[in-house]
């Protein structure tokens, strides 16, 4: 096969990979911001508790108050752990920082492949096709959803400033369109 095949291919892997580069991070920023929030939840109810009482003295006619709230926010909190432990929220997290980088650096290997074009890309392009395809039977197992894919689709018609095959469209912003190849997600 021609070099010039290699890094045709290279530059669709490239494009790939980028995109779900772009899912893990998104699902990595939403899960470190569900567990910030358990942990605030998890400190601010005895801070509530303990600072009313610091404050006013265990007699306050506020503390009843106090103690309402710090059993509202003390139950929301309960509930959001829980959840987070049978949805396995930490697993999913360090799972999606992981699969964020190894893509990161398919991206990046894929894209020195195409640009550089190495004697020996078929070499080359080989090892890095193996380290793909593990990585992509890997993903396959953290269940991405038709919305996702189409995030990852609009993420990299974006990035590369190329149409979509459905609407012909470039996406300027991340923004979604009504488009069922780069947008409704």
Request: glycine fraction near 6%; charged fraction near 30%.
């Amino acid at each position: 096969m021609p070099i010039e095949e290699f890094c045709k291919k290279s530059r669709d892997k490239e494009f790939y990979a980028y995109g779900t580069t772009r899912i893990f991070e998104r699902r990595a920023v939403k899960l470190k911001s569900l567990r910030t929030w358990i942990t605030f939840l998890g400190i601010v109810t005895p801070v509530i508790v303990g600072g009313t009482v610091l404050s006013f003295g265990s007699d306050a006619k506020v503390l009843p108050y106090f103690l309402t709230v710090a059993g509202v926010v003390g139950l929301i909190q309960l509930i959001l752990s829980t959840w987070s432990i049978v949805a396995r929220w930490d697993e999913s997290y360090e799972y999606a920082i992981e699969s964020a980088r190894e893509n990161t650096e398919l991206f990046n290997l894929f894209k020195k492949l195409a640009d550089n074009k190495p004697t020996d890309i078929q070499n080359k392009f080989e090892d890095a096709i193996n380290k793909y395809e593990e990585r992509e039977f890997k993903d396959i197992g953290q269940s991405l959803s038709d919305k996702e894919k189409r995030f990852a689709t609009r993420e990299a018609l974006r990035y590369y400033q190329k149409p979509c095959h459905i609407c012909k469209r470039t996406p300027q912003t991340i923004k979604p369109s009504k488009c069922d190849g780069c947008g409704n997600f």
